[in-house]
């Protein structure tokens, strides 16, 4: 949430002088789920992979971080659904029924057909 915060508050400061923020600091267009999934796929699981090469024991690491991801994954349309709402950013994870909705698609996601 914190970082969240402070890019928001630097996209905010860009916009009051002027300047169009880039899309993960404009609290009016970022997708945070999208951005999680781009995080972890460009550096925390590539960074744990390798960890785990050297450390095995970590391998349960991994399997953490991919389900984290599906996670983020299934959150994407429920994101989506809030927005169109009007409800954005950080505020839909502070809306009452959102976890349940995001591990409700997950388990979904997962399940076989």
């Avoid at 009051?16 to 997708?31: C, L, V």
């Avoid at 999680?36 to 953490?64: G, M, R, Y």
């Avoid at 991919?66 to 429920?78: C, D, G, L, T, V």
């Avoid at 505020?91 to 388990?107: F, K, S, W």
Wanted: with cysteine; charged share 25%.
């Amino acid at each position: 949430e914190q970082i969240y915060d402070e890019f928001f508050s630097q996209g905010d400061l860009e916009k009051s002088m002027g300047t169009a923020p880039i899309e993960m600091m404009d609290r009016e267009k970022a997708s945070i789920p999208d951005l999680q999934v781009q995080f972890i796929t460009n550096l925390v699981l590539p960074l744990f992979t390798n960890l785990a090469k050297l450390f095995p024991v970590a391998n349960c690491l991994v399997d953490s971080i991919k389900r984290n991801r599906e996670i983020w994954h299934a959150s994407i349309p429920i994101f989506h659904k809030y927005s169109e709402q009007g409800i954005k950013g950080m505020d839909i994870l502070l809306e009452p029924n959102t976890e349940e909705e995001i591990l409700t698609a997950y388990r979904l996601q997962c399940s076989p057909n």
